[in-house]
């Protein structure tokens, strides 16, 4: 059962650059999520999706943006990384159903130099 | 969403009980109590989660006092494995998920598990 799988697992970036951070699931969950972990701050969302075609801002959204084009994909993209944006980045995806729980990935390790 | 308070950190031993506190005093009757944790260089995985009934599943028992102000995160038999980050937090489920399936979280309390 792989659930969801993000890539790369972990990536060093020159600060301007362009980077896409993959996220797929295999569950049909409608609802996916991508949150940022930093030391001293726990987990923080950035974006997410309640369904295929939409996305909604979280706490933390700027510098990212996401796409919902299909059920099972939800790439994050940094248009152009700064070094603030060094963190570990966790997908996550839900049934829609009442109290469904979050699913996670095993997150991106990313470094912007 | 309602704030949540859980200790820095806690020690357990092998085999006994861990019991991980939360307060949510400001928590609203229609919000729910949910428990993840995060072991080192993992994606956070659920636990369990409830509103104002004691729950139990194969990993754990949630304790919610009546006046739904604090919860307690019962793993009856600690082992190292459970050495982890554990995170409280509350929130309101509507109808439709997606959305409001969208967890707070907080820094969590780490688990020390010790042999």
């Known amino acids: 059962i792989a659930g969801i799988t993000q890539a790369p697992t972990s990536q060093i970036l020159a600060a301007g650059r362009r980077m896409t951070l993959r996220c797929t699931q295999d569950?049909?969950?409608?609802?996916m999520y991508w949150y940022r972990q930093d030391l001293g701050l726990g987990l923080r969302l950035i974006h997410y999706?309640?369904?295929?075609?939409?996305?909604g801002k979280g706490e933390v959204p700027d510098g990212y943006s996401v796409s919902r084009a299909n059920t099972d994909d939800f790439p994050l993209t940094l248009a152009s990384a700064v070094p603030s944006q060094t963190s570990v980045y966790f997908c996550?995806?839900?049934?829609?159903?009442?109290?469904?729980?979050?699913?996670f990935g095993n997150g991106t390790r990313l470094t912007v130099t | 969403d309602a704030k949540t308070t859980q200790p820095t950190s806690m020690d357990c031993a092998e085999g006994r009980a861990a019991n991980l506190p939360c307060n949510h005093s400001?928590?609203?009757?229609?919000?729910?109590v949910y428990w993840y944790r995060q072991i080192h260089s993992q994606g956070p995985q659920y636990i369990i989660h409830g509103l104002k009934n004691n729950e139990t599943n194969e990993m754990a028992s949630l304790i919610i006092t009546e006046d739904r102000k604090s919860s307690t995160l019962i793993l009856p038999h600690a082992t190292l494995r459970d050495t982890a980050v554990y995170y409280c937090i509350v929130r309101v489920l509507l109808n439709y998920g997606g959305a409001t399936n969208k967890l707070i979280f907080g820094t969590g309390t780490l688990l020390a598990v010790q042999p």
């Open positions: 400001t928590i609203s009757g229609n919000e729910y």
């Open positions: 999706s309640n369904t295929a075609g939409t996305t």
């Open positions: 569950m049909r969950h409608n609802a």
């Open positions: 996550a995806s839900s049934d829609t159903l009442r109290g469904s729980p979050l699913h």
